[in-house]
């Protein structure tokens, strides 16, 4: 009779299961993956794992009042998927669009939900990455073996908000909510608000419950840019009206934007004094007569920080209605009754929202091993921004910041599947990058130039993250307009790519 070692070790065998390839989440990113797989990679068998018990990412996960995109969805959208409404839409729109993806495509069997990875080893002697994964409907760790692994987790932690620790906040008697964290059935009535923050997050928050309570302020320490304009393409509604196929005119008018994406940064480099001009222009004209500027007129230039899209001005007309108020000042410290500002003033409340951004989290907080050692993200170097030396048959999605995320999701699938055909080509089970002679003298440098773009989740955390070295190939661009005509001419047996 066997021993109970002997048992569970059978046990433990028995549960592992073999991919070709192991997605990590199904959020914007996992789906447009597992995708390209299926498209371009039928006979590959392939797994996502996702921790949620739905799909959906960022898209599940946010639920604060008024959540929408700040990205249109013609380019937010997939580049295969014709996207059919409003240029920015509600969280349930993004959601209702993922669905009809993951269903045209058949992608609902390779989806493993409440599955929260654990770790990840890779070894060279086995040539495969073995995960594990907690079932976190039942406490069972699953282990799971793969050829190739493409994390497409995000890139900031779903749990918890950044949130600043400011004195007195213990002291405060009102509530404190993070728009990640929002409650289920929050009671806003008669309520006084105050939102902390300046970006789309509390752009969005604020429309969305001026006139539901009492008062909303929005408290910011330095303004950000905004483009106010009508939630609508006309182009778009043009075509539909002549009867022109939705597959046109959803690559029509997605080069169109792209196109426009791509003046408005040559400009916020080349012109930037004339653009910031327009800008605060755009915002002054929906704002009442007389208004104070300075709150909505940033210090930075335009594109340091990601410019926040208000469709139809809804944040400038909870203004204009008395519903919605702005104050440009720093925080002094908490007390029983509100915020005093550096100014002495104090704003009561009795609601804080602090939409104060992310906390970021790099390949999912999930220890990796190579061959045994522990991984440390920022020993390694990034080769554009998608793989990194020292770490085998692996890609992080990580999108653009001066255009949709969905963009890179889309290009870097083309780049992984041609290279998975190319490993098969060659007979190759293991492929890395790693420096080339001319490149060991090379600078090394921050994940990104803080000088170029600089959001707070990034400056906070920039430590943790992978570097890049001074030649092109050891970076991400953040240029899509450059990397969408690169990446489909990377010669895959260039010297930086080793194969064995």
């Known amino acids: 009779m066997a021993d109970t070692a002997t048992l569970q070790a059978s046990k433990t065998k028995a549960k592992i299961e073999h991919f070709d390839v192991l997605i990590a989440g199904a959020g914007i990113s996992g789906v447009g993956a597992g995708y390209h797989l299926k498209t371009n990679s039928p006979k590959k ?33 997939y580049r295969h998927k014709p996207w059919v409404g409003p240029p920015i839409a509600s969280r349930d729109e993004i959601l209702k669009y993922m669905d009809e993806v993951i269903a045209e495509n058949d ?9 929260k990875i654990t770790s990840a080893s890779w070894s060279s002697a086995k040539k495969r990455w073995t995960v594990k994964a907690e079932r976190l409907d039942t406490g069972e760790v699953m282990t799971f073996t793969a050829k190739f692994l493409w994390m497409c987790q995000g890139y900031y932690k779903h749990a918890e908000g950044y949130t600043p620790e400011w004195p007195g906040m213990d002291t405060f008697r ?59 393409n006309v182009l778009a509604d043009e075509l539909r009206m002549l009867g022109v196929d939705e597959t046109w005119i959803h690559e029509i008018v997605r080069r169109k934007y792209l196109f426009e994406q791509a003046e408005f940064t040559r400009r916020s480099f080349e012109d930037a004094e004339v653009l910031r001009g327009e800008l605060l222009e755009g915002v002054k004209s929906c704002l009442p007569e007389g208004y104070d500027m300075t709150h909505f007129t940033p210090s930075y230039r ?55 951004g992310f906390n970021l989290s790099v390949l999912g ?31 992080w999605v990580f999108g653009y910041f001066r255009a949709s995320w969905t963009l890179r999701v889309d290009i870097m699938g083309d780049f992984v599947t041609r290279l998975l055909k190319h490993m098969e080509a060659k007979g190759a089970k293991q492929v890395d990058v790693a420096l080339r002679p001319q490149d060991h003298n090379m600078e090394i440098l921050p994940w990104i130039d803080e000088d170029n773009f600089n959001p707070g989740y990034l400056a906070r955390s920039m430590d943790q993250m992978p570097r890049r070295g001074a030649n092109a190939e050891w970076g991400h661009s953040q240029n899509y307009w450059k990397e969408k005509d690169e990446l489909p001419l990377i010669d895959l047996d260039a010297p930086e790519f080793r194969y064995s």
């Open 45 to 77: 068998k392939f797994v996502i794992l996702e921790a949620y018990d739905t799909f959906g990412g960022t898209w599940h996960m946010h639920k604060y009042p008024g959540v929408r995109s700040d990205s249109d969805l013609y380019t937010f959208g």
């Open 107 to 115: 992608l609902a069997p390779h989806i493993r939900y409440r599955h």
């Open 174 to 232: 009102g509530q404190i909510v993070h728009p990640q964290t929002w409650p289920e059935n929050l009671d806003l009535t008669g309520k006084k608000v105050v939102v902390i923050g300046s970006g789309a997050t509390a752009a969005t928050v604020v429309p969305a419950i001026a006139g539901k309570c009492d008062h909303v302020t929005l408290l910011q320490r330095s303004p950000t840019y905004f483009i106010p304009a009508r939630n609508e």
């Open 302 to 356: 335009p594109w340091q920080q990601r410019v926040a899209f208000v469709p139809d001005a809804d944040l400038f007309e909870g203004i204009k209605a008395g519903l919605a108020s702005v104050v440009t000042d720093h925080i002094e410290r908490f007390t029983e009754k509100g915020i005093l500002l550096k100014s002495g003033r104090e704003l009561e409340a009795d609601l804080i929202v602090t939409a104060t």
């Open 365 to 395: 907080g999930i220890p990796f091993e190579v061959d045994g050692k522990p991984v440390n993200w920022a020993d390694t170097i990034t080769y554009r921004g998608m793989m990194f030396t020292g770490v085998p048959n692996m890609v």
